[in-house]
């Protein structure tokens, strides 16, 4: 068994759609990044891309790379995925925890984790979408962006006669 942490960062910017764990939701402002900057599936792949040895989701995407200009982070969570299989890993479980003011994500939740147990390759009930918020604290606090942290397990895949 293999632990990994991720976390990650992205300031809110008008002009841009707020995508957080896959799915659209409705907000005045999105993130600013190079990719959709999904907050939250960045850290879920810089765990998982931990747990296994493989460095963070920079190396693998960079910025500034025209391959990755705006593209869905889903799609690059499926590529760190296919790496983990490919190196003889299994995906055990993912907890994570987006740190924001607004928007109130709650009723997205539930959305998220399937979306992410999907590309994943597990049960939902193998991933843990949480929200806190740091009480009017910090950047988050003064509604300026969003974080994203997460735990991720993984294994090596069991030998198949």
Do not use: C
């Amino acid at each position: 068994m293999r632990a990994g942490i991720g976390f990650d960062v992205h300031r809110f910017v008008e002009g841009r759609e707020l995508v957080l764990g896959g799915v659209r939701i409705p907000y005045p402002f999105g993130l600013e990044g190079w990719s959709d900057a999904d907050v939250l599936v960045h850290a879920i792949a810089d765990a998982l891309l931990g747990a296994a040895g493989l460095g963070d989701i920079g190396a693998h995407f960079p910025a500034g790379d025209a391959e990755f200009k705006d593209i869905s982070s889903m799609m690059l969570l499926e590529r760190v995925v296919t790496a983990l299989y490919a190196r003889g890993y299994e995906i055990i479980n993912v907890d994570s925890v987006l740190i924001l003011e607004e928007p109130n994500i709650a009723i997205y939740k539930d959305t998220m984790r399937s979306y992410i147990a999907k590309v994943l390759g597990v049960k939902k009930a193998n991933v843990s979408v949480k929200a806190t918020t740091t009480e009017g604290l910090g950047f988050t606090g003064r509604g300026e962006g969003v974080a994203a942290q997460a735990v991720a397990m993984i294994k090596e895949q069991s030998k198949r006669d």
